[in-house]
């Protein structure tokens, strides 16, 4: 049994958060465990405008999942790793991109730019792009999922 955490700061800290945070998280799940399905969704206000965002992932192993959400961070953290080792990622003044886990750093191109990209070679190519249609089609039931959950979340 796997867990998985990743610290985020969206814009804000409400259901309209999840269609522009949770996918990434998502992403990282599918592409790291496999396809897979989440179950046991559940939400927690923590303090200073926090909200802990905890779910199970099965695909090939079972992982339990948190997302904690911090609004009005600037700039915007993401922390993320499996079972405890943890990389942080760096934006600089030109937003390059850097992701650090003790006193190693390596700095990345920017992951919507290498969508993009391999999006248009597979076009040309005439292959499947890394994020493709089953990735999309699952990615959007579990967002239905976790947005149900929400709605009912932040209702109360």
Request: some cysteine; glycine content about 6%; charged content about 25%.
């Amino acid at each position: 049994h796997r867990t998985f955490l990743i610290e985020m700061s969206p814009f804000q800290v409400c259901r309209d958060m999840i269609p522009e945070a949770i996918p990434h998280l998502l992403s990282i799940l599918y592409h790291r465990l496999g396809p897979g399905y989440i179950e046991d969704i559940s939400l927690r206000r923590l303090i200073n405008d926090r909200v802990d965002l905890c779910f199970v992932y099965q695909a090939n192993q079972r992982c339990s999942v948190t997302s904690r959400l911090m609004g009005g961070q600037v700039p915007r953290e993401l922390k993320f790793g499996f079972d405890g080792a943890y990389v942080k990622r760096e934006i600089g003044p030109d937003y390059e991109i850097t992701f650090k886990m003790g006193d190693k750093s390596v700095r990345v191109r920017d992951p919507l730019a290498c969508s993009i990209e391999d999006f248009m070679t597979a076009v040309s190519d005439g292959r499947e792009p890394v994020i493709g249609p089953m990735h999309i089609i699952n990615t959007v039931i579990m967002l239905d999922q976790i947005y149900d959950v929400a709605e009912n979340f932040w209702k109360s």
